[in-house]
């Protein structure tokens, strides 16, 4: 069945430096999208990706969706003790409505200050 | 924007009982809606998907008649396990999805997520 592998497992920053995370699907995605889950709350959802190729920004963060639309980024810059937490990515396939979200394991980030 | 609502938070249980989780989404209609269990540090494990009106597709590996969904309503679906034992302490998630204007995916909403703990 269709798996979205999420590497690394975990990481750990010094406040201000960066992080990414990598998402890597074995077919091709209708979609990706990333979540982020704060230490001990639920998943909130950051952005998706349709359009292969695509780059997105948000603030210090920008996400990317490979070419082949089967990987995808989140990179942050200058990290900061908010972003603590676990990011998700998410991949979709199949056409609208019958469309199953595959998440991929996390990436757990920590930071010290 | 989008809302879901999961009661209860946390729930503890003697082994044997049956526990109901209840997910709503407040401010818009779900067809659909998603239960997921999450162990500690791991990842959101599909457990089924929730179809209003209709019997719940379970992913396989779950057990239909452990977790029973019901989905009565388009704000309304149910998560209840029967007969807990301990392996059953969880957390549990539920989500619903809602239209993207750009797409047409799904984007999830999650609800806050309930702590199950049987003993």
């Known amino acids: 069945g269709q798996q979205v592998m999420q590497i690394p497992q975990y990481q750990h920053v010094q406040e201000g430096e960066d992080f990414t995370t990598y998402c890597n699907s074995s077919t091709t995605l209708s979609n990706i999208q990333w979540y982020k889950q704060r230490p001990g709350g639920h998943p909130v959802f950051l952005i998706q990706l349709v359009k292969s190729g695509e780059v997105k920004k948000q603030k210090r963060l920008t996400f990317q969706f490979g070419e082949a639309k089967k990987n995808s980024s989140l990179h942050i810059t200058a990290t900061q003790t908010t972003d603590v937490g676990t990011y998700f990515c998410a991949g979709t396939k199949g056409i609208q409505g019958a469309q199953k979200l595959v998440f991929g394991q996390g990436t757990r980030l920590t930071i010290n200050p | 924007g989008a809302v879901v609502s999961q009661h209860p938070s946390r729930v503890i249980c003697k082994s044997g009982t049956s526990v109901k989780i209840e997910c709503r989404s407040l401010?818009?209609?779900?067809?659909?809606m998603f239960w997921y269990r999450q162990f500690p540090k791991q990842s959101l494990m599909l457990m089924a998907t929730?179809?209003?009106?209709?019997?719940?597709?379970?992913e396989q590996g779950v057990e239909k008649d452990k977790f029973l969904i019901n989905h009565a309503s388009l704000t309304l679906s149910t998560l209840t396990v029967t007969s807990a034992h301990p392996e059953d302490s969880s957390f549990y998630i539920c989500?619903?999805?809602?239209?993207?204007?750009?797409?047409?995916?799904?984007?999830?909403?999650f609800g806050a997520g309930s702590r199950l703990t049987v003993l």
């Open positions: 989500s619903a999805s809602r239209d993207t204007e750009s797409s047409g995916a799904n984007v999830l909403t």
């Open positions: 929730s179809n209003e009106g209709s019997k719940a597709t379970y």
């Open positions: 401010d818009f209609q779900a067809t659909t």
